[in-house]
């Protein structure tokens, strides 16, 4: 007999990523930029799957592959505890190689923006595990980590996968990673998955793949601006940029205006230039080493415990505790 399931939704009227407030901000920087957790409408999300089947793309299968292969060894590392968090939770696949390594997984509690995404996740599991209570909350775990319900006392795993980390800046991750150690008691743990520092045309072909699907992705987000605040964006004349930045050690995807053009963003009544060759970022995506892993952790308020690796080192899964003291 299923448990119970619970979803709460904790997003305003102003939409789920905030769109509005994200392309005002960035479309007037010196350096324009867009967020990137804007690319990930339905088409977005399509691209994005198809990117993950793409040969250059490691990040996706790799990490996969050590949660298969090293599940148990991270449960029992984290103490063999009885609740999931997962932040940006998506497909429930790497949350069921968690659960499945768990001697009694009593709640499972998926964070994620889309609705959609939760109810379904939470339709799933609540089924596919007879016991388990799923209590979902649709959110950005960039605000709403206060809404995460309380623990339940049987020890928590709170889990950041995906390479999701990489997309903020040094403060706002160390920001963010403080506020996940507020989360966590004594007897709970962290696990977050991140890319890893490597030859640079490695990670740059994995965001310019030959297929091109990473391109589509990219200029997809042009798309996502002109539907919701109706914007003329001419995704023709814009281009796909990718580069490796080895000084910071991240990739960098940006979109070059191929012309001089001006854009209207109606909804905003805001009118934006563009010079010919002038760049729009739309992500960072940093790459770690062990070092920097743990002295991230180390500001946080978190201790890194253990790291998880693949065979070619290319990903990363690490696991933290709150710090002694």
């Given at each position: 007999m299923?448990?119970?399931?619970?979803?709460?939704?904790?997003?305003?009227?102003?939409?789920?990523?905030?769109?509005?407030?994200?392309?005002?901000d960035?479309?007037?920087?010196?350096?324009?930029?867009?967020?990137?957790k804007?690319?990930?409408?339905?088409?977005g999300?399509?691209?994005?799957?198809?990117?993950?089947?793409?040969?250059?793309?490691?990040?996706t299968?790799?990490e996969?592959?050590?949660?298969?292969?090293?599940?148990?060894?991270?449960?029992?590392?984290?103490?063999?505890?009885?609740?999931?968090?997962?932040?940006?939770?998506?497909?429930?696949?790497?949350?069921?190689?968690?659960?499945?390594?768990?001697?009694?997984?009593?709640?499972?509690?998926?964070?994620?923006v889309?609705?959609?995404?939760?109810?379904e996740?939470?339709?799933?599991?609540?089924?596919?595990?007879?016991?388990?209570?799923?209590?979902?909350?649709?959110?950005?775990?960039?605000?709403?980590?206060?809404?995460?319900?309380?623990?339940?006392?049987?020890?928590?795993?709170?889990?950041?996968?995906?390479g999701?980390?990489?997309?903020?800046?040094?403060?706002?991750?160390?920001?963010?990673?403080?506020?996940?150690?507020?989360?966590l008691?004594?007897?709970?743990?962290?696990?977050?998955?991140?890319?890893?520092?490597?030859?640079?045309?490695?990670?740059?072909?994995?965001?310019?793949?030959?297929?091109?699907?990473?391109?589509?992705?990219?200029?997809?987000?042009?798309e996502v601006?002109?539907r919701?605040?109706?914007?003329?964006?001419?995704?023709?004349?814009?281009?796909?940029?990718?580069?490796?930045?080895?000084?910071?050690e991240?990739?960098?995807?940006r979109?070059?205006?191929?012309?001089?053009?001006a854009?209207?963003?109606e909804?905003l009544?805001?009118?934006?230039?563009?010079?010919?060759?002038?760049?729009?970022?739309?992500?960072?995506?940093?790459?770690?080493?062990?070092?920097?892993?743990?002295?991230?952790?180390?500001?946080?308020?978190?201790?890194?415990?253990?790291?998880?690796?693949?065979?070619?080192?290319?990903f990363?899964?690490?696991?933290?505790?709150?710090?002694?003291?």
């Amino acid at each position: 007999m299923s448990a119970p399931v619970q979803v709460d939704v904790h997003l305003g009227e102003e939409g789920e990523r905030r769109l509005a407030d994200d392309a005002l901000d960035g479309l007037t920087r010196p350096l324009k930029e867009l967020a990137p957790k804007h690319f990930y409408d339905s088409r977005g999300s399509e691209l994005f799957e198809r990117i993950c089947e793409q040969p250059e793309y490691y990040p996706t299968r790799t990490e996969m592959a050590i949660l298969r292969a090293q599940a148990a060894a991270i449960v029992a590392a984290a103490g063999n505890p009885t609740e999931l968090v997962e932040l940006g939770s998506g497909a429930t696949t790497k949350a069921r190689l968690l659960l499945d390594a768990m001697d009694d997984p009593e709640r499972y509690v998926p964070v994620d923006v889309s609705e959609r995404v939760v109810r379904e996740a939470a339709a799933e599991l609540g089924s596919d595990y007879p016991g388990l209570v799923v209590h979902g909350v649709v959110g950005d775990f960039e605000r709403h980590l206060g809404e995460v319900p309380p623990p339940t006392g049987g020890g928590r795993l709170v889990a950041l996968l995906g390479g999701t980390i990489g997309n903020f800046p040094p403060g706002t991750r160390r920001r963010l990673l403080r506020e996940v150690a507020g989360m966590l008691g004594p007897d709970d743990a962290f696990i977050m998955g991140t890319d890893l520092v490597k030859d640079p045309a490695v990670i740059q072909a994995a965001y310019d793949d030959a297929a091109g699907v990473t391109a589509e992705f990219n200029l997809n987000i042009l798309e996502v601006v002109n539907r919701e605040l109706d914007a003329d964006f001419d995704l023709e004349g814009f281009e796909h940029v990718a580069f490796y930045d080895p000084e910071q050690e991240w990739i960098e995807m940006r979109l070059r205006s191929r012309h001089e053009q001006a854009v209207r963003v109606e909804a905003l009544n805001l009118d934006v230039t563009f010079a010919a060759g002038e760049e729009l970022r739309t992500e960072i995506s940093a790459k770690f080493t062990r070092e920097r892993l743990a002295g991230d952790y180390a500001a946080a308020g978190l201790e890194l415990v253990e790291v998880f690796t693949d065979p070619e080192e290319l990903f990363a899964v690490s696991l933290a505790r709150p710090a002694a003291g």
